[in-house]
């Protein structure tokens, strides 16, 4: 149930994009169209998991050995590690994919989202597994985000929508109506 618990936490309540304001410039750059936005998401959810896995076993070698200050450090490169065997996948898997997500793939490596579950994980001192359920969470999160994001994006191509308010704008502005609808779910859980 803690883990239910844990997951639901990270993907509504505590949402990383709308709640907490992590990993806003991936979602607003990927979020123009449904499949990249998709594409992304998956990425990222692959990329938390793998490295919130790893930064978990290191962080409890960097507890053993006392060089705990080199934490921010060492989940930087294990997450700048993955990011790029998710490039290299990408490029010999899906290349439709890898070209439509163009420059935004490799900022998956400075999304705050990916270190902040790292270090989350460790000053929260969650178990393996709550560690591995948090990081599903928010990237499930994230997912939602890029989904609802890039519908109603899409839909903003139909209307007629005044030019100072195109592209960005109203992007920033839908993703603050979000927020509030997100900031709803508060006080669910603990």
Not at 149 to 160: H, N, V
Request: aromatic content about 12%.
């Amino acid at each position: 149930m803690r883990l239910f618990l844990i997951l639901l936490s990270a993907m509504l309540v505590n949402n990383y994009v709308f709640v907490r304001f992590l990993g806003i410039c991936p979602a607003l750059g990927v979020s123009k169209k449904t499949s990249t936005a998709v594409g992304m998401g998956i990425a990222v959810i692959f990329v938390l998991v793998i490295s919130s896995a790893l930064s978990w076993l290191l962080d409890l070698l960097l507890i053993a050995l006392n060089l705990e200050f080199l934490k921010t450090i060492v989940f930087i490169l294990v997450i700048a590690t993955f990011v790029q065997f998710v490039e290299a996948f990408l490029k010999k898997t899906n290349h439709a994919l890898y070209e439509a997500m163009g420059i935004y793939l490799p900022l998956i490596t400075t999304n705050c989202i990916i270190l902040g579950i790292a270090i989350l994980n460790s000053t929260a001192k969650y178990t393996f597994m709550e560690s591995i359920f948090n990081a599903l969470g928010a990237g499930m999160g994230f997912l939602l985000a890029l989904i609802i994001l890039s519908g109603i994006r899409e839909r903003f191509e139909l209307y007629d929508v005044p030019r100072p308010f195109q592209n960005l704008p109203i992007a920033l502005i839908t993703a603050s109506i979000l927020s509030l609808a997100f900031t709803g779910f508060q006080g669910m859980i603990k």
